[in-house]
């Protein structure tokens, strides 16, 4: 079988014979891939024109929507994911990482979308900016989708996560996707992507794919386009070199080598929990996806103390490791991607045994479970020791990436923290103590050396995913050697594919580009209460102005007695004199928002569904007893939950006294009801 690309919509072949792609396992023909004779500016513009056209239709929550939708359709489907990833090395729970763990992201993407995001087409970023002494000109940053395309070059480890991490956020931006699978597992992605097609799910132009190299397609790029990549720093510093890369500036976020360390607190000593939590989650690091993880334990830094202990209890455990055809239920870990894979892991040992002993696996005979040592990619956990690790540099610099990882012992915290370091910028580290003071110690030293950090103990083991687990709610990426970029991170990674602009007008104008009302913007107020007009009918800048209500000394008292709230500014007369904020008793703050409810509600049954919530609640100036309270509440902004008969409708809030100074200013939250669903109750 050849690996078709989808080019336009359309299943292509490309040109001649192609490159052989093998069973990691047994060595069988798999299929042949080759993407000769595409034309790959046609792609770009097609992704261009066609895809992003379609996407930007779409609001965040639509493109959410179809994300869940997508997820929904690959689960059904994933048993025939699971049978062709086997042939990849990987075991059923390397498997899971990779299929469960995508699809997983897709989900968690589409939830955040809909549930941080408006349903709408463009994203503001943070508050308007005052601009001028008297609020006729402010400024407000947005981010709208970039107009070009995003290049995912992935890497061979995890063919399913690879894709979808990448494809999640970048869809809710509303920006169509080339997609280029390394090529030895390249037959899983194409498999997913042609059951991706077959949902029907996504707008024509959304997703391409390139099976084989990406011949020409650099030389088309322009500054709309964006590349996210993943692989070796050598390739990607290459393609970073791109005259087109540098002369259209070409946004580029790189995931490249990274030699991660976890670091063994010096009160986890045998015997206690964590230096056994330490064992179990080093020896899981190095055996899933066969050490074959961006994210794996490269270096064990352990206090000297109790290194010796470390490496017995650790090659006991790695001689536990069952070995052999993945498909096996039984099988702890199962081959290398490939059996070039395994020569490079083979020569990459030999690199750090010159600076280090060792301790357990290397090439000593081994026996296999089903499965033949001269046909698959097959390679043992490989355990060594450095004791001078301070003038070491192979275990600072050389990964071996599989199932490898060097013991690294150090002699205090300082230590510790300075051989973290000399991996010159990882994705991720971890810290296993129950000393909070130390973890506390070890973050601030190795922090910027990281782009996540896992710390754990007796406390959270249970339910922490790992060290090597990246999660879509996170930021995936590091510094230095680990490339520089990030992925995923939530909303934060579906700003990677979109334009941050300044834009800068009258307060009336930018209400209107970013659906939200700002203040100075015109304003609406009629004799029908905004709380009696359903979520259709009500506009932005629709007003209501209360009347005044005084606040006595009798309210305060009462509230304070009431509520248990007695705090002495509200009830002790003397003492709040002697506060440098009051000058005498003063309302309480809750008091204020309270009386304000009671000013601006409709007690009768409407549209308005219900409060769920106050934001941003800030108490501008202290409200003394004799003064009198007015409410301005405006609609601010209007979420249709699509599907649900609400919409949810911020509510600008501010409070002002006798004078017109503002005392307390929020946002109110409420469920409002659509014209249907008020139609079929009211």
Same mark, same amino acid.
């Given at each position: 079988?050849? #690996?078709?690309?989808?080019?336009?919509?359309?299943?292509?072949?490309?040109?001649?014979d192609?490159?052989?792609?093998?069973?990691?396992?047994?060595?069988?023909?798999?299929?042949?891939?080759?993407?000769?004779?595409?034309?790959?500016?046609?792609?770009?513009?097609?992704?261009?024109?066609?895809?992003?056209?379609n996407?930007?239709?779409?609001? /965040?929550?639509?493109?959410?929507?179809?994300?869940? !939708?997508?997820?929904?359709?690959?689960?059904?489907?994933?048993?025939?994911f699971?049978?062709?990833?086997?042939?990849?090395?990987?075991?059923?729970?390397?498997?899971?990482?990779?299929?469960?763990?995508?699809?997983?992201?897709?989900?968690?993407?589409?939830?955040?979308?809909?549930? $941080?995001?408006?349903?709408?087409r463009?994203?503001?970023?943070?508050?308007? $900016?005052?601009?001028s002494k008297?609020?006729?000109?402010?400024?407000?940053?947005?981010?709208?989708?970039?107009?070009?395309?995003?290049?995912?070059?992935?890497?061979?480890?995890?063919?399913?996560?690879?894709?979808?991490?990448?494809?999640?956020?970048?869809?809710?931006?509303?920006?169509?996707?080339?997609?280029k @699978?390394?090529?030895?597992?390249?037959?899983?992605t194409?498999?997913?992507?042609?059951?991706?097609?077959?949902?029907?799910?996504?707008?024509?132009? !959304?997703?391409?794919?390139?099976?084989?190299? %990406?011949?020409?397609?650099f030389?088309?790029?322009?500054?709309?386009?964006?590349?996210?990549?993943?692989?070796?720093?050598?390739?990607?510093?290459?393609?970073?070199?791109? @005259?087109?890369?540098?002369?259209e500036?070409?946004?580029?976020?790189?995931?490249?080598?990274?030699?991660?360390?976890?670091?063994?607190?010096p009160? !986890?000593?045998?015997?206690?929990?964590? /230096?056994?939590?330490?064992?179990?989650?080093?020896?899981?690091?190095?055996?899933s996806?066969?050490?074959?993880?961006?994210?794996?334990?490269?270096?064990?830094?352990?206090?000297?103390?109790?290194?010796?202990? #470390?490496?017995?209890?650790?090659?006991?455990? #790695?001689?536990?490791?069952?070995?052999g055809?993945?498909?096996?239920?039984?099988?702890?870990?199962g081959?290398?991607?490939?059996?070039?894979?395994?020569?490079?892991?083979?020569?990459?040992?030999?690199?750090?045994?010159?600076?280090?002993?060792?301790?357990f696996?290397?090439?000593?005979?081994?026996?296999?479970?089903?499965?033949?040592?001269?046909?698959g990619? /097959?390679?043992?956990?490989?355990?060594?020791?450095?004791?001078?690790?301070?003038?070491?540099?192979?275990?600072?610099?050389?990964?071996?990436?599989?199932?490898?990882?060097?013991?690294? *012992?150090?002699?205090?915290?300082?230590?510790?923290?300075?051989?973290s370091?000399?991996?010159?910028?990882?994705?991720?580290?971890?810290?296993v103590?129950?000393?909070?003071?130390?973890a506390?110690?070890?973050?601030?030293?190795?922090?910027?050396?990281?782009?996540?950090?896992?710390v754990?103990?007796?406390?959270?083991?249970?339910?922490?995913?790992?060290?090597?687990?990246?999660?879509?709610?996170?930021?995936?990426?590091? *510094?230095?050697?680990?490339?520089g970029?990030?992925?995923?991170?939530g909303?934060?990674?579906? #700003?990677?594919?979109?334009?941050?602009?300044?834009?800068?007008?009258?307060?009336?104008?930018?209400?209107?580009?970013?659906?939200?009302?700002?203040?100075?913007?015109?304003?609406?107020?009629?004799?029908?209460?905004?709380?009696?007009?359903? +979520?259709e009918?009500?506009?932005?800048?629709?007003?209501?102005?209360?009347?005044?209500?005084? %606040?006595?000394?009798?309210?305060?008292?009462h509230?304070?007695?009431f509520?248990?709230?007695?705090?002495?500014?509200?009830t002790?007369?003397?003492?709040?004199?002697?506060? *440098?904020?009051?000058?005498?008793?003063?309302?309480?703050?809750?008091?204020?928002?309270? +009386?304000?409810?009671?000013? +601006?509600?409709?007690?009768?049954?409407?549209?308005?569904?219900?409060?769920?919530?106050?934001?941003?609640?800030r108490? !501008?100036?202290?409200?003394?007893y004799?003064?009198?309270?007015?409410?301005?509440?405006?609609?601010?902004?209007?979420?249709?939950?699509?599907?649900?008969?609400?919409?949810?409708?911020?509510?600008?809030?501010?409070?002002?006294?006798?004078?017109? $100074?503002?005392?307390?200013?929020?946002?109110?939250?409420?469920?409002?009801?659509?014209?249907?669903?008020?139609?079929?109750?009211?």
């Amino acid at each position: 079988m050849k #690996l078709g690309n989808l080019v336009q919509d359309q299943w292509v072949d490309g040109d001649g014979d192609g490159t052989l792609l093998t069973s990691a396992v047994s060595g069988k023909p798999l299929a042949s891939i080759t993407s000769s004779g595409l034309d790959f500016a046609a792609m770009l513009d097609h992704a261009r024109r066609v895809g992003g056209s379609n996407l930007r239709r779409y609001t /965040f929550h639509e493109r959410g929507e179809m994300l869940k !939708a997508l997820a929904k359709f690959l689960m059904e489907h994933k048993a025939e994911f699971y049978q062709l990833s086997s042939e990849t090395g990987a075991t059923r729970n390397d498997s899971w990482i990779d299929i469960d763990g995508g699809i997983s992201t897709l989900f968690v993407f589409s939830s955040k979308g809909r549930r $941080e995001m408006p349903n709408d087409r463009v994203y503001l970023d943070g508050q308007p $900016e005052s601009l001028s002494k008297n609020g006729t000109f402010v400024g407000q940053h947005i981010f709208t989708p970039k107009l070009g395309a995003a290049i995912h070059i992935n890497a061979f480890n995890f063919p399913c996560w690879g894709m979808l991490e990448k494809l999640a956020p970048t869809l809710l931006a509303g920006v169509p996707a080339i997609v280029k @699978p390394a090529s030895s597992t390249a037959y899983l992605t194409e498999l997913m992507v042609r059951r991706i097609l077959d949902s029907g799910l996504l707008p024509e132009g !959304a997703l391409q794919l390139i099976c084989g190299s %990406v011949g020409d397609l650099f030389d088309h790029l322009d500054c709309q386009d964006t590349i996210a990549f993943t692989g070796s720093k050598a390739t990607a510093e290459f393609l970073q070199q791109h @005259p087109r890369v540098v002369g259209e500036s070409v946004a580029f976020t790189a995931e490249t080598d990274s030699l991660n360390a976890s670091i063994l607190g010096p009160d !986890a000593v045998p015997g206690t929990p964590e /230096f056994d939590l330490y064992v179990k989650e080093v020896t899981r690091e190095m055996i899933s996806k066969a050490g074959q993880k961006c994210t794996a334990i490269r270096r064990i830094i352990a206090p000297a103390a109790t290194a010796g202990d #470390l490496v017995e209890a650790l090659a006991a455990a #790695l001689g536990k490791i069952r070995i052999g055809n993945p498909a096996i239920k039984d099988v702890d870990m199962g081959a290398l991607a490939s059996q070039g894979q395994r020569d490079e892991v083979r020569a990459r040992v030999k690199d750090l045994a010159r600076e280090a002993d060792i301790v357990f696996g290397g090439d000593r005979e081994f026996e296999l479970v089903d499965a033949d040592v001269a046909k698959g990619a /097959f390679f043992m956990p490989t355990l060594l020791h450095c004791e001078k690790p301070l003038s070491a540099s192979a275990v600072h610099s050389v990964e071996a990436f599989g199932p490898v990882s060097t013991v690294i *012992p150090y002699e205090n915290p300082e230590e510790a923290i300075e051989l973290s370091r000399r991996g010159e910028g990882s994705l991720v580290g971890s810290i296993v103590t129950n000393d909070d003071s130390i973890a506390r110690e070890l973050i601030l030293g190795t922090a910027a050396y990281h782009g996540r950090m896992l710390v754990i103990n007796r406390h959270c083991a249970s339910e922490s995913t790992g060290h090597g687990s990246p999660l879509p709610h996170l930021v995936h990426g590091g *510094p230095g050697r680990a490339g520089g970029g990030e992925e995923m991170g939530g909303i934060r990674g579906v #700003l990677h594919y979109m334009q941050r602009t300044a834009i800068q007008g009258s307060p009336q104008t930018l209400s209107v580009i970013g659906n939200r009302w700002i203040k100075g913007a015109q304003q609406t107020e009629s004799d029908v209460h905004p709380f009696r007009k359903t +979520f259709e009918q009500l506009a932005l800048g629709d007003t209501l102005v209360t009347a005044a209500r005084e %606040v006595t000394l009798d309210d305060i008292q009462h509230f304070a007695d009431f509520t248990g709230d007695n705090f002495y500014a509200h009830t002790d007369e003397e003492a709040a004199a002697k506060n *440098p904020f009051f000058d005498g008793r003063v309302a309480h703050g809750y008091l204020i928002v309270s +009386f304000a409810a009671g000013l +601006f509600v409709d007690p009768d049954f409407g549209p308005v569904l219900a409060n769920y919530g106050v934001d941003d609640l800030r108490f !501008a100036k202290p409200v003394n007893y004799g003064d009198t309270l007015g409410v301005r509440l405006t609609c601010k902004q209007k979420t249709l939950r699509a599907g649900t008969g609400y919409g949810e409708v911020r509510w600008d809030t501010e409070v002002t006294n006798q004078d017109d $100074e503002v005392v307390a200013q929020y946002d109110v939250l409420t469920m409002v009801a659509t014209d249907e669903h008020w139609a079929s109750v009211s």
